[in-house]
């Protein structure tokens, strides 16, 4: 059975709210004691509740006192290396989440494109794309012509090195004279390469995990600014 998530926002109950202040100060008190036995450190923990007139201190307010004084003594550099008050943790995390949305964004817009570039692959017009989708589309292609582009380059250079060599049969030719030569043959590189790039634009329009959908889909508003770079 997988845990409840909790939701971090304040408890109004008063009663449920107590209930979890102790439930958490033990656990980590708890995890303090372990941090420190299993990695051999000195850590202290001082907390501050409404519901006792002294403050808990672990593990003893003699080895707290001993914990702090060597704090103060390291430079107000190194003190203040890695602290973070609530705000800055909180700015940390948005700015983090608006990343990985953005990141998320821009893998959705990609697939969305993509599936209406197979979409015009199939013959179903672009009448329904505005200036962004049409710039987007001509972005998307563009890179995928590319991967093609070094595809076939790397092919290429592969044959070659394996000393490959495509062999065409061609008719014979018979001459005025009587006498048969054999036809020129077309360059053979340049088959080679036309047949490379004919396989991999096949391979781009069947691709393996392909949905197909009912019509052509405007994929965002008016806006004409551009999605990819």
């Given at each position: 059975?997988?845990?409840?998530?909790?939701?971090?926002?304040?408890?109004?109950?008063?009663?449920?709210?107590?209930?979890?202040?102790?439930?958490?100060t033990k656990g980590l008190l708890k995890k303090a004691s372990e941090?420190?036995?299993?990695?051999?450190?000195?850590?202290?923990v001082i907390i501050y509740g409404p519901y006792d007139a002294q403050?808990?201190?672990?593990?003893s307010f003699a080895a707290a006192q001993h914990v702090l004084s060597?704090?103060?003594?390291?430079?107000?550099?190194?003190?203040?290396?890695?602290?973070?008050?609530?705000?800055?943790?909180?700015?940390?995390?948005?700015?983090?989440?608006?990343?990985?949305?953005?990141?998320?964004?821009?893998?959705?817009?990609?697939?969305?494109?993509?599936?209406?570039?197979?979409?015009?692959?199939?013959?179903?017009?672009?009448?329904?794309?505005?200036?962004?989708?049409?710039?987007?589309?001509?972005?998307?292609?563009?890179?995928?012509?590319?991967?093609?582009?070094?595809?076939?380059?790397?092919?290429?250079?592969?044959?070659?090195?394996?000393?490959?060599?495509?062999?065409?049969?061609?008719?014979?030719?018979?001459?005025?004279?009587?006498?048969?030569?054999?036809?020129?043959?077309?360059?053979?590189?340049?088959?080679?390469?036309?047949?490379?790039?004919?396989?991999?634009?096949?391979?781009?329009?069947?691709?393996?995990?392909?949905?197909?959908?009912?019509?052509?889909?405007?994929?965002?508003?008016?806006?004409?600014?551009?999605?990819?770079?």
């Open positions: 059975m997988t845990r409840k998530k909790v939701q971090l926002a304040y408890i109004i109950n008063d009663s449920a709210r107590k209930a979890a202040f102790r439930k958490r941090l420190s036995t299993l990695c051999g450190i000195e850590a202290c403050p808990e201190v672990w593990p060597e704090f103060k003594k390291m430079p107000k550099m190194d003190q203040s290396q890695k602290m973070m008050t609530q705000e800055n943790f909180l700015r940390q995390r948005i700015a983090k989440a608006n990343q990985q949305l953005k990141r998320q964004c821009r893998d959705n817009r990609e697939k969305e494109t993509t599936q209406v570039m197979f979409q015009c692959l199939a013959e179903q017009g672009l009448e329904n794309l505005n200036m962004m989708d049409l710039t987007d589309l001509k972005w998307l292609l563009e890179q995928n012509l590319k991967d093609i582009d070094k595809r076939i380059d790397m092919l290429t250079k592969a044959s070659h090195s394996q000393g490959f060599a495509t062999t065409i049969a061609m008719p014979e030719v018979m001459l005025k004279n009587g006498e048969k030569v054999q036809a020129k043959s077309p360059d053979r590189e340049a088959s080679l390469e036309t047949v490379q790039r004919q396989l991999l634009i096949k391979d781009l329009m069947h691709p393996r995990e392909h949905v197909e959908l009912g019509s052509l889909l405007p994929l965002r508003d008016n806006n004409p600014t551009t999605f990819f770079p």
